[in-house]
C-alpha cells in the first residue's frame, strides 16, 4: 500500500505539471488566441487580465469577458474563462478573473481565482500585479493537494506612438505544490516563465506583435519559444467592425518533453458593435483543432 501510495502520488504530480504547468497549453481570450499568443504588448482589452495585468491601464470602460473551449475539453486545459476589469481614475485599474481547468487523471480538477492591479509610474509605463489562489478539487479520498498563492508581476511601456513593449513574469515565486496522502507528502513547484514582447502598429488598425517564452531556469526543464501574431480591423463606419487575425507559436529551445509544449498556427476573426464583441480562434497544430469562442461586454 505504501508503494501505490507513492506511485500515486508522483503520477498526480507529473499529470499536473503536464496539464496545467506546461508553457503553452492554449492560455485564454480567442483575440489573444487568434493572434498566436502573442498578446503581452498588446494588452488593451480585459484579457490583459491574463497576459499582461500592467496592460489593464490603458482600459478606458469597465468590461467582462466570458471565453468557452467549444470541442476540445479534454486537450486543452484551460476550459473556462470569466474575467471582469475596470480602469481607476486615470492612472490604475484593477480586474477579478477565473479559470476552470481541465480535469487531471479524473482525479483533480482546478479552479483559480485572481486579482489584478496596474498602475501607471509614469506617463509612458505601468506596472502590474496578479495574486493568483488555486482551488483543488480531489476525486480520491485521503488525498489532498494544496498550492501556494501564485504571484505575477508586469511591465508595461509605450516605446512610441506606434510601438509597445510588454514584460510578464508569471509565478515569479514559483510556488510549491504538495501533494499528501496519510504519511506522505510530495513537493514540487509551478513554472516561473517570463515573457518579454513587442506590438507595433503600422497604421491604427493594423497590430503585429512578438512574443518570447522563456521557461529555462526551473527543476523539471523548460523551453524558450516564440509567439507571432496580427491583427487586421476593417471598421465599417456605421458602429461595428471586423477583425482578421493570424500567428504561430513555435520552438526555439526545447529542455523538456517536446508534447508539452504545443505549437503550430492560429487564426482568428472578430466581430463587435459598441455593445458587444464576438471572437472566435481555431488553433491548429498541437492544439487538436481547438476552437475558442469569447464574448465581451463593454460597461462604460
Known amino acids: 500500500m505504501r508503494g501505490l501510495s507513492r506511485l500515486l502520488l508522483l503520477s498526480l504530480s507529473a499529470a499536473l505539471l503536464a496539464a ?26 480585459v484579457n490583459a487580465a491574463y ?16 471565453m468557452g473551449n467549444m470541442n476540445a475539453r479534454e486537450y486543452i486545459n484551460y476550459q473556462d474563462y470569466l474575467a471582469y476589469a475596470a480602469p481607476v481614475g486615470d492612472n490604475s485599474a484593477f480586474a477579478i478573473s477565473f479559470i476552470k481547468v481541465m ?46 498563492l501564485d504571484v505575477d508581476l508586469a511591465l508595461f511601456h509605450r516605446l512610441s506612438e506606434d510601438a509597445t513593449f510588454g514584460l510578464l513574469i508569471q509565478a515569479v515565486n514559483a510556488p510549491d505544490i504538495t501533494f499528501k496522502e496519510g504519511e506522505y507528502e510530495y513537493t514540487t513547484h509551478s513554472i ?8 507595433v502598429h503600422p497604421d491604427p ?3 503585429v506583435a512578438l512574443s518570447l517564452y522563456d521557461a ?25 467592425y471586423l477583425a482578421y ?3 504561430y507559436t513555435g520552438i526555439i529551445l526545447l529542455d523538456a518533453e517536446e508534447e508539452l509544449i504545443p505549437k503550430g498556427p492560429t487564426v ?15 488553433l491548429r497544430g498541437d492544439f487538436h483543432d481547438a476552437f475558442m469562442l469569447s464574448v465581451t461586454v463593454p460597461l462604460g
Open 245 to 247: 487575425r493570424a500567428g
Open 268 to 282: 482568428g476573426v472578430g466581430y463587435g458593435t459598441d455593445r458587444f464583441r464576438l471572437d472566435g480562434a481555431f
Open 103 to 148: 480535469p487531471i487523471a479524473d482525479i483533480l480538477t482546478q479552479k483559480w481565482y485572481w486579482v489584478s492591479y496596474a498602475g501607471k509610474i509614469s506617463p509612458n509605463t505601468s506596472l502590474g500585479v496578479n495574486l493568483r489562489q488555486t482551488r483543488n478539487l480531489v476525486a480520491v479520498e485521503g488525498l489532498s493537494v494544496d498550492t501556494d
Open 51 to 66: 497576459w499582461n495585468p500592467a496592460g489593464l491601464v490603458q482600459l478606458e470602460d469597465p468590461e467582462f469577458t466570458y
Open 216 to 240: 529555462l531556469n526551473n527543476a523539471e526543464g523548460g523551453a524558450r519559444h516564440f509567439r507571432f501574431g496580427f491583427e487586421r480591423v476593417v471598421d465599417s463606419g456605421q458602429g461595428h
Open 20 to 45: 496545467v504547468a506546461s508553457p503553452a497549453q492554449a492560455c485564454v481570450g480567442a483575440r489573444p488566441l487568434g493572434m498566436g499568443l502573442a498578446f503581452v504588448a498588446v494588452a488593451d482589452d
Open 192 to 199: 516561473e516563465n517570463w515573457r518579454p514582447s513587442i506590438a
Open 205 to 207: 488598425n493594423t497590430t
